[in-house]
């Protein structure tokens, strides 16, 4: 079975572009989480989404920040602009919405503003 | 006070020995509980869940869950180099609600 996957796996650009990460959920599943993780500030959760509907969005940076779930297993994180500071690896994870909650990571995909 | 905290490390052990890496919780509610692998360059990997108190055991993995002392430890028996990584603790309250991460434990098992 495919697991959670991300695109693009690395990511160059310069200040001030905009740039837009993917994730497709594991099939089955119903609820999204998009993680930053720098060596400075660990693993952040920045929103997830259950059945399409975004739960929390508290942890987005500011707002050139913004994330959708247009279908039921497919999602974007755009940055626009995007700075320096968010240069980090961003993890899309997948989980079936229960009392267990097992959430499973992608690949990530490495982000470098220069 | 971190909502989940762990030891930053690195826990150096021998190849062989049991390595002990220990979490502690703040919130009461929490319900579910996690251990994910990470080894460098690479994403969190889920090697542990539990939900009740006691042990839970996998192969060579012992999940420990103490709610009324707000604890969670994982124990890895005969230690190998290859699970030398960096492990995170994660909690959940149950449903679909975020999972809260400790910023990992490092650990080396020299061969």
């Known amino acids: 079975d495919a697991g959670v996957i991300q695109s693009p796996r690395h990511e160059v650009t310069e200040m001030g572009q905009e740039v837009t990460l993917r994730c497709k959920l594991i099939?089955?599943?119903?609820?999204l989480f998009w993680y930053r993780q720098t060596m400075m500030r660990g693993l952040e959760l920045l929103i997830y989404?259950?059945?399409?509907?975004?739960?929390?969005d508290s942890g987005m940076p500011e707002d050139r920040f913004s994330a959708k779930m247009p279908n039921a297993s497919f999602s974007t994180l755009k940055i626009q602009p995007s700075e320096p500071r968010d240069s980090a690896v961003y993890f899309c994870?997948?989980?079936?919405?229960?009392?267990?909650?097992?959430?499973?990571f992608g690949p990530g995909t490495r982000l470098t503003v220069l | 006070q971190k909502e989940v905290e762990q030891n930053s490390g690195p826990l150096s052990v021998p190849e062989g020995a049991i390595a002990s890496l220990n979490c502690t919780y703040s919130?009461?509610?929490?319900?579910?509980f996690f251990w994910y692998r990470q080894y460098s360059g690479k994403s969190p990997e889920l090697i542990m869940s539990i939900y009740s108190n006691g042990d839970k055991e996998d192969g060579r993995f012992t999940a420990q869950l103490n709610k009324a002392s707000q604890y969670v430890s994982l124990l890895i028996r005969d230690s190998q180099p290859s699970d030398s990584a960096t492990y995170l603790c994660a909690v959940n309250r149950g449903g679909f609600q975020k999972l809260v991460f400790g910023t990992g434990t490092r650990l080396l098992v020299s061969p």
């Open positions: 994870a997948s989980s079936l919405a229960s009392g267990v909650n097992e959430q499973f």
């Open positions: 989404f259950n059945n399409n509907v975004p739960i929390d």
């Open positions: 099939s089955g599943h119903n609820s």
């Open positions: 919130d009461r509610v929490s319900q579910s």
